[in-house]
């Protein structure tokens, strides 16, 4: 069955660096359009940044441009959000979330969700 297994999450400083790393299996990696997703406490689950089945194509929330980078090694079935100059508005629980085109259809699966709590 599909996977989607996150990692890397924890507590960071303000201003510090953390790398999330999510691994799928059960589908053909190349066929999955990635995203991150991110959901506060008493928030809303949001969109964080995704990228096309080729990671030819990038897009970010407003609120992580140019601190954020999604990235996905097709060859290791894996997807990566770096997370640079991190801010106490970053902590949310943190979610990949795969979209993986069949022939009829597209279904969206979600992986664990890994906390990330930024902190001084």
């Known amino acids: 069955q599909v996977q989607l297994v996150q990692s890397g999450g924890g507590l960071v400083q303000p201003g510090g660096s953390l790398r999330l790393s999510c691994a799928a299996s059960g589908f053909t990696f190349s066929r999955g359009a990635m995203s991150w997703y991110r959901q506060a406490p008493g928030k809303e689950r949001d969109v964080v940044a995704t990228i096309t089945r080729v990671g030819s194509i990038t897009n970010y929330a407003d609120s992580v441009k140019g601190r954020f980078t999604i990235s996905r090694d097709n060859a290791k079935n894996t997807v990566y959000l770096q997370m640079n100059s991190l801010k106490p508005e970053d902590t949310a629980l943190y979610y990949c979330?795969?979209?993986?085109?069949?022939?009829?259809?597209?279904?969206?699966?979600w992986g664990q969700g890994t906390q990330v709590t930024v902190s001084s």
């Open positions: 979330k795969a979209d993986v085109s069949y022939t009829f259809s597209t279904v969206a699966y």
